[in-house]
C-alpha cells in the first residue's frame, strides 16, 4: 500500500488494515488542581507515534465539562499535544475531529483486506459494480475520536455531540458499577447503528493488549467486558461513497469515517 504526501503529513504511515487515531491521557483520573495531559496517537494495537498540537491536522477538538463546551488550545508543537493546567470537577469528554485524509491502494487485495478486518461487507462485486479501477484507487478518511476523563469525583456523563459519527457512553467507567460491562452506542448522523463491528482494545497495567470484536444490537448498543484497572480503546468504521464534491476534491472512490473511544476503569 502506498501513502499519499497528505495522508504523511497529517498522520504518519501506518497500514491501513489498521490504524486508529485516539486520545490517550497520561492520566485518565487527576484531581481537580492537577495539570491535565493527553497524547493524541496514531498507530495500532493501541500502540503508535505521538502526535504533536498542529490545528491544521483537524477541523474541531473540544473538551465538555460541567462548565460547558471549551476548545482545545494549545502552542504548535506541544508535546503531549494536550496541556490543560486545571479542568473542573467532573467527567470530562474531549472530543476530536480531523480533517480529510487520503490512502492510495495499489491493489484490490489490499482494500479488501481493510475492509474484512472492520467487517464492512464490501465485496469486489460491489467495488467492480461501480466501474471503479482494480488497482491505485484513493479511500478518504476522517476521526471522530472521544475520551472521558474523570476530574476529581468523575461524576457526570457522556452525550451524543453531533459528530457525523460517534461512540457514545452510557455508562460512567469511573463512578457506574461496571460488573456487568461496559455500555456504549454506536451513531451515525444522529442515528443508532445496528449490527455493526465495534472493535476492542483492551490495556493491562503491565502493557499488555488484548483485542475483540463485538456487534451492536438493534438499538445500535454493545456491552464490553471490562476488568478493573484496564485501560480501553474501541473503534467502530463507517464506510460510504464520497459525495460528488469530496471525490472530485480528492480524487476519492471510497470514504471511512472512524469512531473511537477510550477510557481507564479504576481499581
Given at each position: ?253 471510497w470514504e471511512t469515517l472512524w469512531a473511537n473511544?477510550?477510557f481507564a476503569v479504576p481499581e
Amino acid at each position: 500500500m502506498r501513502f499519499t504526501p497528505a495522508l504523511i503529513a497529517t498522520f504518519f504511515a501506518f497500514p491501513a488494515t489498521a490504524h486508529e487515531l485516539w486520545i490517550e491521557p497520561v492520566q485518565f483520573q487527576i484531581s481537580p488542581d492537577s495539570k491535565f495531559e493527553a497524547h493524541i496517537v496514531n498507530g495500532q494495537e493501541f500502540e503508535g507515534i505521538r502526535l504533536a498540537y498542529i490545528p491544521r491536522r483537524f477541523e474541531n477538538f473540544v473538551v465538555v465539562t460541567s462548565e460547558g463546551i471549551q476548545s482545545v488550545d494549545g502552542r504548535i508543537g506541544d508535546t503531549p499535544a494536550v496541556q490543560i493546567e486545571a479542568l473542573p470537577e467532573g467527567l470530562a469528554v474531549f472530543a476530536y475531529k480531523s480533517r480529510v485524509a487520503t490512502v492510495d491502494y495499489e491493489t484490490y487485495e489490499d482494500f479488501q483486506s481493510f475492509v474484512d478486518h472492520k467487517a464492512l461487507g464490501i465485496t469486489r462485486e460491489d467495488h467492480d459494480a461501480r466501474g471503479l479501477a482494480p488497482e491505485n484507487f484513493f479511500e478518504a478518511y476522517w476521526r471522530f475520536s472521544k475520551s472521558l476523563v474523570a476530574v476529581g469525583s468523575g461524576v457526570g456523563s457522556d452525550s451524543i455531540l453531533g459528530l457525523e459519527t460517534e461512540l457514545v457512553a452510557l455508562e460512567n467507567p469511573y463512578t457506574d458499577n461496571m460488573d456487568d460491562g461496559f455500555d456504549v452506542q454506536l451513531m451515525y448522523q444522529g442515528k443508532t447503528v445496528p449490527d455493526h463491528q465495534i472493535e476492542i482494545f483492551d490495556r493491562a497495567p503491565d502493557g499488555a493488549v488484548t483485542i475483540d470484536t463485538v456487534n451492536t444490537d438493534a438499538d445500535g448498543r454493545a456491552t464490553i467486558t471490562v476488568t478493573d484497572g484496564h485501560a480501553y480503546m474501541l473503534d467502530s468504521v463507517i464506510l460510504r461513497e464520497p459525495s460528488a464534491e469530496l471525490a472530485e476534491r480528492t480524487g476519492t472512490v471510497w470514504e471511512t469515517l472512524w469512531a473511537n473511544l477510550t477510557f481507564a476503569v479504576p481499581e
